[in-house]
Nanobody, 123 residues
Framework: QVQLVESGGGLVQAGGSLRLSCAAS????????MGWYRQAPGKERELVAT????????NYADSVKGRFTISGDNAKNTVFLQMNSLKPEDTAVYYC????????????????WGQGTQVTVSS
């Protein structure tokens, strides 16, 4: 069984920083990409940042460019999100995901999601 476990959320004042972590555990052969989405109350889930595991190419939502940095540790199937200069509008539940995760002996990959971690930025 595969699980994605996030950590690092919390309450911070505007202008502050937080670092989110997400570790994928279980029997894993490969993961195509990992990343973060977020969902604020009353809004749809939106992409925050992604990283391709092979090569490390990254992609960011325009709203977080220059403030957030995504990085990964392929050996540990872990992804991080360093969030700086946080704004109240960054308040949301942040979800980790793993794209096209292939388990040993399988030919097809599936997407997996974490349970989410709350990030609250006070003004």
């Amino acid at each position: 069984q595969v699980q994605l476990v996030e950590s690092g959320g919390g309450l911070v004042q505007a202008g502050g920083s937080l670092r989110l972590s997400c570790a994928a555990s279980g029997s894993i052969f490969s993961i195509a990409a990992m990343g973060w989405y977020r969902q604020a109350p009353g809004k749809e889930r939106e992409l925050v940042a992604t990283i391709i595991t092979s090569g490390g190419r990254t992609n960011y939502a325009d709203s977080v460019k220059g403030r957030f940095t995504i990085s990964g540790d392929n050996a540990k199937n872990t992804v991080f999100l360093q969030m700086n200069s946080l704004k109240p509008e960054d308040t949301a539940v942040y979800y980790c995901y793993a794209e096209r995760l292939i388990r040993p002996g399988m030919m097809v990959g599936y997407d997996y999601w974490g349970q989410g971690t709350q990030v609250t930025v006070s003004s």
